[in-house]
C-alpha cells in the first residue's frame, strides 16, 4: 500500500503564480523526499527534508514537514511553465525503502 | 558520470515470452531499486539490493518475476513468462545505502506484452 497521499491530485495555474502541493502519510519516517516527474521520463530528486526539520529551502522550492500531522508541503514559487510535471512525495523509514505517493500533476500555462 | 543505464527504453513482446530488463546504476552507489509505474497502481517498488544482496522482494508480484544482481555494476529484471498485465513502464534507480539519501532514476524501460 502507499504511504503518500498527495492533494490535489492534479492543480492546473497561470505562470507566475505560486503552486502548493500536500503530502500525507501514516507512519514514522526517518525522511520525506519530493520528485519530479516529466512526462515519459525518470523521477528526479528535487528536495530531501529529515523528521527533525521543519522547513527546507532550495532555490524556487519550499518543503515544510510537520510530523504531528503526518504531513509535508512543497511551495514552487513563481511557477514556469518548464515546472509542468507530476510531482511525488515519498517517505522513507527505518527499512531505508522509499514508498511513493500518487503524485500532483501540475500544469503552468504560459 | 552518465547516470543510471537502463536498457532496453521499448520493448514489445508476446504473451508467454520471457522479458529480461538491465540497469547499470551509478559507479560507486551500493543500493540498487526496481519499481514499476502504471496508471492504476502508480509507482510500486519490486525489490532492492545493498551491496548485490537482495534484501527485500517482498514488492515482486509473483514468482514470474526474479531479480539478480550479479556485481555492483549490472542488474537485470526477468519476467517469465510475461502476461499482458505486466505492461508498465519499469525503473531503475541507486543510491548510497549509508545515509538514506536521494535515489538517483533511470529513464525506464517501457513493457508492452500483447
Known amino acids: 500500500s502507499q504511504q503518500g497521499e498527495e492533494d490535489p491530485q492534479a492543480l492546473s495555474i497561470q505562470e507566475g503564480e505560486n503552486a502548493t502541493m500536500n503530502c500525507s502519510y501514516k507512519t514514522s519516517i526517518n525522511n520525506l523526499q519530493w520528485y519530479r516527474q516529466n512526462s515519459g521520463r525518470g523521477l528526479v530528486h528535487l528536495i530531501l527534508?529529515?523528521?527533525?526539520?521543519r522547513e527546507k529551502h532550495s532555490g524556487r522550492l519550499r518543503v515544510t514537514l510537520d510530523t504531528s500531522k503526518k504531513s509535508s508541503s512543497l511551495l514552487i514559487t513563481a511557477s514556469r511553465a518548464a515546472d509542468t510535471a507530476s510531482y511525488f512525495c515519498?517517505?522513507?523509514?527505518?527499512?531505508?525503502?522509499?514508498?511513493f505517493g500518487s503524485g500532483t500533476r501540475l500544469l503552468v500555462r504560459p | 558520470d552518465a547516470g543510471v543505464i537502463q536498457s532496453p527504453r521499448h520493448e514489445v513482446t508476446e504473451m508467454g515470452q520471457e522479458v529480461t530488463l538491465r540497469c547499470k546504476p551509478i559507479s560507486g552507489h551500493n543500493s540498487l531499486f526496481w519499481y514499476r509505474q502504471t496508471m492504476m497502481r502508480g509507482l510500486e517498488l519490486l525489490i532492492y539490493f545493498n551491496n548485490n544482496v537482495p534484501i527485500d522482494d517482498s514488492g515482486m508480484p509473483e514468482d514470474r518475476f526474479s531479480a539478480k544482481m550479479p556485481n555492483a555494476s549490472f542488474s537485470t529484471l526477468k519476467i517469465q513468462p510475461s502476461e499482458p498485465r505486466d505492461s508498465a513502464v519499469y525503473f531503475c534507480?541507486?543510491?548510497?545505502?549509508?545515509?538514506?539519501?536521494?535515489?538517483?532514476f533511470g529513464p525506464g524501460t517501457r513493457l508492452t506484452v500483447l
Open positions: 534507480a541507486s543510491s548510497d545505502f549509508s545515509s538514506y539519501n536521494e535515489q538517483f
Open positions: 527534508i529529515r523528521s527533525n526539520e
Open positions: 515519498a517517505t522513507v523509514d527505518s527499512s531505508y525503502k522509499l514508498i
